[in-house]
């Protein structure tokens, strides 16, 4: 028999359909081992916890959510090729997964391609307007706009700009020095330094004799760690010369030691110390199945609520409509009380309104939060680049 002009039922009922046997399968893609290991394997962790605990409540509809847990070893080719083993081969309805900008545009390609869905909950640079990604980590504005004055204000207007040398820190830098010059405040060095560098004594030296009065740090990974060791090891005061973070979360000061970190500031949606019925839930249920010495974070945190939306989306279809395609269309503007507070899904660009606060962080390890804003903010993934705007229809010129 032809096919030909049935394809809505053929996809139905054929043994294509994503839901099968009771249950969906979904990626799980997070490097378990490599440079960035140190954030990605908490990621898994709270992805497959968020599985587990829907799971236990029933599933959805009934549906039990299997994991296909893939390591693509924090390499961006491994990465596009795991993404393309879980969609092509095993079938699965949406892959959760990846923390570097760099292996996020390795796989973009696989999910924009076979019309998948990939959630990605990292804080990122902004500048893309997939419809094949559910964003739910911060953007630029969200981590930018409330931190970069207030740094200003406190410590003043000679900025050092360090990062990894890749897309994330470069686009996160452009739209700091934007803010920057709105402020009269100057970057007196921009440098970047290779992944999973760990040799940080010429950049100390520099800031030794450069004596900026911020140090923006948008480093990742193991470097870090490093860096945090070897600032503190040189006796550099973050009193007078504080680095002020995008990506040292409660993870990374765990793997250098709460007093390398102590005194530094970190700019995020989320802290393990926020008071909330959700967020003592969360970290309860994670320190109860991982260890007790564990800690979450915002990227952790993020991977687990992500999940939580999905649920809501696939809840909202027949089992006959579940797919990649008819998710994106149900997760848009769906609303949960995230432990970081509630959060939504903007249905024009598939990012996330955040809740972002300002950390400080203390000798054990944890931060102490300074500012949070009054009210959830708006995902602006283009606030670098005023005359763009990603829309549903795709990037707008405006
Ligand atoms: C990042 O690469 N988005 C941290």
């Known amino acids: 028999m032809s096919l030909v002009g049935f394809p809505h039922i053929w996809s139905k009922n054929s043994s294509l359909a994503f839901a099968q046997d009771g249950e969906i399968k ?9 440079t960035t290991a140190i954030i990605e394997e908490s990621l898994n962790k709270a992805t497959l916890m968020a599985i587990e605990e829907i799971n236990a409540n029933g599933g959805i509809n009934g549906l039990k959510i299997t994991p296909v847990v893939e390591d693509p070893a924090s390499d961006p080719a491994t990465f596009a090729e795991k993404a393309r083993k ?32 990939f959630w990605y909950p990292t804080l ?38 360090i990062g990894s040398n890749y897309i994330y820190p470069k686009e996160e830098n452009n739209y700091c020095k934007k803010l920057l010059e709105g402020l009269g405040a100057e970057v007196i ?88 019925p959700e967020n003592q839930r969360f970290v309860e249920a994670y320190r109860s199945r991982w260890g007790g010495d564990k800690v979450t974070h915002f990227v952790s945190e993020s991977a687990y609520f992500q999940i939580h ?19 994106r269309e149900a997760v848009k503007g769906e609303e949960y009380k995230a432990p970081q507070g509630l959060v939504k899904v903007e249905p024009e660009n598939l990012h996330c309104w955040l809740r972002p606060k300002i950390g400080q962080c203390k000798p054990d390890g944890q931060f102490e939060i300074l500012t949070q804003s009054a009210d959830w903010l708006e995902p602006n993934p283009y606030s670098a680049y005023p005359n763009q705007k990603c829309t549903a229809e795709g990037l707008k010129e405006v």
Not at 26 to 34: A, E, I, P, R, Y
Request: aromatic letters at 12%.
């Open 124 to 161: 990122y640079e902004g500048r893309e307007c997939s419809k094949n990604v559910i964003y739910t980590g911060a953007v630029p504005n969200q981590q930018q706009d409330d931190f970069i004055p207030w740094l200003v204000e406190k410590f003043g207007k000679r900025w050092y700009l």
């Open 309 to 327: 939306l999905f649920k809501q989306a696939v809840a909202k279809l027949a089992a006959s409509d579940i797919g990649p395609l008819a998710i």
């Open 86 to 117: 879980l969609v092509l081969s095993d079938r699965c309805v949406s892959v959760f997964g990846s923390y570097t900008s760099a292996s996020r545009k390795a796989v973009l390609p696989v999910f924009e391609k076979q019309e998948n869905l």
């Open 189 to 276: 060095a921009e440098e970047y330094v290779p992944l999973g560098h760990s040799e940080f004594s010429s950049v100390i030296n520099k800031f030794r004799s450069e004596k900026p009065n911020v140090i923006f740090s948008t480093v990742v990974g193991d470097s870090v760690v490093a860096l945090h060791r070897q600032y503190r090891a040189a006796g550099l005061d973050p009193a007078t010369m504080p680095m002020a973070s995008l990506t040292t979360s409660e993870n990374e000061v765990a793997a250098m030691g709460g007093d390398a970190a102590a005194g530094h500031f970190t700019s995020a949606p989320y802290f393990m110390v926020f008071d909330s």
């Open 26 to 34: 979904v990626g799980v893609l997070f490097s378990l081992t490599g």
